[in-house]
């Protein structure tokens, strides 16, 4: 599996961005990269996921090195209720064309005032 | 609101019982994955079904089984329960089979088993 490693806990400040980093050095051509995020025990919300290219949605910018070992999470301007764990997580494909997502322990966001 | 619905929202129960925990997935998905979360665990894929059929198995127990019906609602049955199976578990479902990799997982909010 590709393993990603995430800094356990960041703080941000109300309003500015908050830019999460991920590294997954042994990502495969194929494997894409997803963000997660779970608020307090509430089940896990999707938030992004991509291969290769930068990708934007109406939650979180997404970009992604070149050399696709790494990627940051930008949430552009960060609010008391993106306080949060943020999971990065390469997807798997399993024999039988099963996959799934395989959840490390992610980095707590911690949005203050 | 992920369209996931998973019930009971909570359950308490005693050791060596069994319960049933229920999801259904989003309109039109047809794939539906089970994880747990305990305190000391973190998330752990234990299932995935797809369209009926086990597709993947993670870490579940022979005591807990699982299966999806046809109306692809899934079932998850905890049995001889034991204090350290006290813990959130979550249904996630998909539009696909997923070997693209490319379909998001998207989760319900969980039922909190407690065993007492």
């Known amino acids: 599996d590709a393993k990603t490693t995430q800094p356990p806990s960041m703080d941000c400040a109300e309003g500015r961005a908050a830019n999460l980093p991920c590294n997954h050095s042994?990502?495969?051509?194929?494997?894409?990269v997803y963000w997660y995020r779970q608020i307090h025990s509430q089940g896990p919300q999707y938030i992004i996921h991509?291969?290769?290219n930068n990708e934007t949605n109406e939650m979180a910018s997404l970009i992604i090195t070149e050399d696709r070992k790494s990627s940051t999470l930008i949430l552009p301007h960060a609010t008391l209720r993106d306080t949060a764990v943020y999971y990065c997580?390469?997807?798997?494909?399993?024999?039988?064309?099963?996959?799934?997502?395989?959840f490390g322990t992610g980095t707590q966001l911690k949005v203050e005032l | 609101d992920s369209g996931v619905t998973q019930t009971p929202k909570h359950l308490i129960t005693a050791t060596g019982q069994r319960v049933t925990l229920r999801c259904s997935p989003r309109?039109?998905?047809?794939?539906v994955y089970w994880y747990q979360q305990s305190l000391d665990q973190g998330l752990q894929f234990l299932i995935h079904?797809?369209?009926?059929?086990?597709?993947a198995k993670g870490n579940i127990l022979e005591r807990f089984s699982a299966q999806q019906f046809p109306d692809l609602h899934s079932e998850l049955n905890l049995s001889s329960l034991e204090l350290g199976d006290s813990a959130l578990y979550f249904c996630?479902?998909?539009?696909?089979?997923?070997?693209?990799?490319?379909?998001?997982?998207?989760f319900g909010n969980g039922t909190r088993l407690t065993v007492t």
């Open positions: 997580i390469v997807r798997v494909g399993l024999t039988g064309g099963g996959n799934k997502l395989t």
């Open positions: 991509g291969l290769k």
């Open positions: 309109s039109g998905d047809l794939s």
């Open positions: 996630a479902s998909s539009d696909h089979l997923g070997g693209t990799y490319n379909s998001p997982l998207h």
């Open positions: 042994t990502i495969s051509g194929n494997e894409y």
């Open positions: 079904y797809y369209n009926g059929e086990e597709r």
